[in-house]
């Protein structure tokens, strides 16, 4: 799983200290937790994102929802300026471990999707899908195929969200 904050730059600039206060707290109180929940390892937090690795594609998808619910309850009620809204992406691969990191096309690939996925949003790779469907209570939305920076081949995308499938 990849993870970021849409907007991180423009949160920075108009309050940098807050923004920084406000993705403490929230790594603190929702990511982290959740990904324990889900027996996934932060592998590195990536100054406003996270490489998070699962030993479960329905796991990771299932955490990626939950944390995405986490922070529409988390941000209501919050001004536009100081929302901390996350996209992630959910990908399956072969990847390279290492103590401190891990590497590989999978990671590559993850990594791309998630530009993919707009404020609040998850997308996966359709390996994901294809193990994920019937398990979890989602929507889907064929993406379709998408070129992605530096991969040779099109991918297919899936954008999934909260709510019955």
């Known amino acids: 799983m990849s993870l970021d904050v849409v907007g991180y730059s423009r ?7 807050g923004t920084h206060a406000r993705l403490l707290s929230c790594r603190r109180l929702v ?8 027996l996934g390892r932060i592998v590195k937090n990536t100054g406003d994102g ?23 309850v988390r941000n209501a009620g919050v001004q536009q300026s100081q929302r ?4 992630m992406a959910v990908g399956l691969g072969d990847i390279i471990v290492e103590p401190e990191d891990i590497y590989g096309h999978a990671v590559n690939l993850v990594s791309r999707i998630e530009g993919l996925a707009g404020p609040g949003g998850i997308c996966v790779s359709s390996d994901i899908w294809r193990l994920v469907r ?8 064929d993406l379709g195929e998408a ?3 530096n991969i040779a081949d099109p991918v297919h995308v ?8």
């Open 11 to 17: 949160l920075m600039n108009f309050d940098e200290e």
């Open 31 to 38: 990511l982290e937790p959740k990904i324990r929940e889900y």
């Open 50 to 72: 996270a490489l998070v690795e699962f030993g479960s594609a329905v796991d990771a998808v299932r955490c990626a929802l939950d944390m995405q619910e986490a922070m529409m």
């Open 84 to 87: 901390i809204d996350l996209r």
């Open 134 to 141: 019937g398990t979890i209570r989602a929507q889907c939305v």
């Open 147 to 149: 070129m992605l920076k």
């Open 158 to 165: 899936f954008a999934i969200s909260l709510g019955q499938k």
